[in-house]
């Protein structure tokens, strides 16, 4: 049927350049269309290790892309679906990525891909939610003292103080936010992530999550000294910040559409929680930082410190990361920018 298309898009490019001048003689014979030669490529697959030859493919197209390649590859080893598949030109060069196109590749009309397996992968999507589903249940294990955690006397007993209930709910709203943005506000364009990946990354929030529980939720666990003053306002400067936060992720949302790779300079729009995009790249890392720094004055907590610490140090490493990409990608980037504190950092 594709060619059945093709012919009626050729019958009807015809009629129009006739119906332009109807009352002319019948236009003269075509000459002979040029036999428009396709030149097919030959592609071989090679495993990167063994150099054993796994696949040849004789008849490829032209403007077949790395992706259509490894499609064809998988029809063949089914257990490789494309996003395991790392395809090369040579041994030490970079992967190819997957938009590439054959005919723009330096090879000739026989190209060799080397092929390693870069082992299971989970989408983003997924490694987003099992990072947020492992703290919110963790936490909640230890607010409502499941045997096992404290001494037998505690067990599903609840706190005297107001700030352990109030800390479960931001700490719960913190990750349950979490989630519904990833199923519902981010546009993931990047594939997917090694399995083995998830382990370390889940294994670092798990943990942490737990400590804080441990100590937030503990019965001889003491309110913070300045009382209902400083609950209060750790209770503001978290919540700022979550806003904040959301917000930012918005403006990123709609800075993008769906499907599409394209990056753009983010910029301030209308909500006033976006307009720190004129002092930092990366704001919602500063928003981050900030509603962890509101949950430690909240709770006055040690673990909770230390983790806002680790986290600060980390979102920098990432915002500088991130700054540095646009400062390359985008000549006109905006000079006022620091990459996570204004002016600072
Ligand atoms: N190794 C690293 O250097 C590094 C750095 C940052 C994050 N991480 C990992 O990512 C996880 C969390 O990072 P994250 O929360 O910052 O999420 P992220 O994966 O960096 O980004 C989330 C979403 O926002 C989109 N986005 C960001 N900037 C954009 C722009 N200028 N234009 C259009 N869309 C844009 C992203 O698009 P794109 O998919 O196109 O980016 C993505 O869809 C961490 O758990 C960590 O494992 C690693
Ligand atoms: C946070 O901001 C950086 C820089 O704009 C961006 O690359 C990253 O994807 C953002 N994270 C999320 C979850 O939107
Ligand atoms: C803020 O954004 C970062 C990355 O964009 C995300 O990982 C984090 O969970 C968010 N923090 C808060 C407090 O919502």
Redesign the pocket.
Known sequence: SISMDVLALEAKSVNGADSEKKSAPRPKPKPPKKAKRIVYFEVEIVDLKTKEKLLLLDKVEPTATVLDIKALFHKSYPKWYPARQSLRLDPKAKCLRDEEVLQTLPVGTTASFYFSDLGPQLT?GT??LS?CVGPLIIYLMFYFRLPFIYSPKYDFTTSKHWIVHLACMCHSFHYIKRILETMFV?????GT?PLR?IFK?CGYYWCTAAWMAYYINHPLYTPPYYGQQQVNTGLYIFLFCQVGNFSI?VA??N??LPGS??????YPTKNPFTWIFWLVS?P??TYEVGSWIGFTVMTQCVPVAFFTLVAFIQMT??AK??HRG?LKEFRDYPTLRSSILPFIL
């Open positions: 983003w490694v987003f990072e981010h546009r993931i364009s990047h992530m990946n990354n992720h990123l949302r800075l993008k790779k394209a990056k753009k300079i983010p990366c919602n890392y490493v990432w990361g991130k646009y």
